[in-house]
Each structure stands twice: as structure tokens, then as C-alpha cells.
């Protein structure tokens, strides 16, 4: 199974809302990635997990709140929301300790938009 | 610090003809290379990678990229596109002491047309 999996595919909420962006991989990975793509822009990194603890947080305003709980899995909690906020949010995941963790495969992402 | 320069936003050809997407790096240290494709509406596919090695690195759907590190360039290319290849292509780097930034190229929109 080289696949990651994201859910939902599609989110719509207000500013006021609470929600959550799942993330899944079951290849043995032990680092795992959320990520911010904009129209037309590349992806840029948010947060890195390693061995399931935060190792990289890219000054992401509080009001996104990653999170993992296991090795195969990744969350990343959305609360207060802004507009600008809308984008397509994805996941990667790579293996860690050999050259082959340089290679990071990535889901097929969510789309949030926030109004 | 890396940074990556896709000079060409978008390459229009034609159906069954030969394409080169460029890509140059700048890096003060030893750096992987990386391309990876974007469908629409899809996340991204790494298509093919230069770690160490020959310089000239093939895809199993027909893409090639040749590391050259004297003009710190990885360009990508097909001889003979298919209407299937339109999609974003982004070159990446990262450093080979820390594997998690990707840094990513602007990103080059292939289009194919019949």
C-alpha cells in the first residue's frame, strides 16, 4: 500500500467553526506533513512530525493545531478560521533514517474553504 | 538557503511533440532533486528523483531529467508528450543533511493540445 489518504475532500465552514482534516498512511512512515497550496502557487510546509512528536512548525497562526496520535495517522484541528484561509491542504508522508526518507508521497488533499 | 526557479509558468506544445520544462537551483550545500506532478484537482506524484549516481534519471511514463551540478540545473523532458501529460510540474530541492523542506519550485503548467 503506497497510498495516503485524506479526509474529507472537500470541507465548507465558517469562521466560527471547529473542524478537523484527517490524514492516513499505512506504508511504515514514521514522518509525517501537512501542507498549504494556493491556486496556482507551490505547496508550503505547515508542520513535520518525526516518530509521532512536532519537529517542525513553519510560525503557523494558532488557530491551526495539528496533531498526531499514532504513527499512521495525522490531524490537523481548524478553529477561528479567515478567509485567506481557504486553500487545499495536504498531507505527505516519508520513511526516516535511510536515503529513501528524502522522498515524501502525498495525498490527494482537502479543500477548504472558509466563509 | 535553497531556492528553486522554474522560469517558464506555462509550455504550450502540441500532441506527440518534445518537451523541456527547465529548472535551476541555488544551494550553498549538497542538495536532492526532485520532480513531481499535480493533476487537476489531484495532490502531488513524485516523478522522478535524483539522489546520487548516473545524472540522468528516467520515469516510468517516459520523462527524463539530467542533474547537471556545473549549471546547478535538473531540467525535465519527453520526447513525445501525450494529451494525458497536461498537468503542474514542480522541481523541488532539499538539503542532504535534513530531509523534511521540500522547496519547491514556482511550479510549470504543461499543456497539451491535439
Known amino acids: 500500500d503506497t497510498e495516503v489518504t485524506q479526509t474529507p475532500k472537500h470541507l465548507v465552514m465558517g469562521m466560527t467553526n471547529k473542524k478537523s482534516l484527517k490524514c492516513e498512511q499505512h506504508?511504515?512512515?514514521?514522518?509525517m506533513y501537512w501542507y498549504k497550496q494556493k491556486a496556482k502557487k507551490p505547496p508550503e510546509l505547515m508542520f513535520v512530525?518525526?516518530?509521532?512528536?512536532?519537529?517542525i512548525n513553519e510560525s503557523v497562526p494558532s488557530r491551526f493545531s495539528p496533531e498526531c496520535p499514532n504513527s499512521s495517522l495525522l490531524n490537523l484541528h481548524l478553529h477561528a478560521l479567515q478567509p485567506e484561509d481557504s486553500a487545499l491542504y495536504l498531507c505527505a508522508s516519508s520513511q526516516e533514517g535511510t536515503r529513501a526518507s528524502y522522498e515524501q508521497y502525498f495525498g490527494p488533499g482537502t479543500r477548504l474553504t472558509v466563509t | 538557503a535553497q531556492s528553486v526557479t522554474q522560469l517558464d509558468s506555462q509550455v504550450p506544445v502540441f500532441e506527440e511533440a518534445p518537451v523541456e520544462l527547465r529548472c535551476n537551483y541555488s544551494s550553498s550545500v549538497s542538495v536532492y532533486l526532485f520532480w513531481y506532478v499535480q493533476y487537476p484537482n489531484q495532490g502531488l506524484q513524485l516523478l522522478l528523483k535524483y539522489l546520487s549516481g548516473s545524472t540522468l534519471v528516467e520515469s516510468i511514463n517516459g520523462f527524463e531529467a539530467e542533474f547537471n551540478k556545473s549549471q546547478t540545473s535538473f531540467h525535465l523532458r519527453k520526447p513525445s508528450v501525450h494529451i494525458s501529460d497536461t498537468a503542474e510540474y514542480f522541481c523541488?530541492?532539499?538539503?542532504?543533511?535534513?530531509?523534511?523542506?521540500?522547496?519547491f519550485g514556482s511550479g510549470t503548467r504543461l499543456l497539451v493540445r491535439p
Open positions: 506504508m511504515g512512515h514514521r514522518a
Open positions: 512530525y518525526s516518530y509521532e512528536k512536532l519537529s
Open positions: 523541488a530541492v532539499t538539503r542532504m543533511d535534513s530531509s523534511y523542506k521540500l522547496i
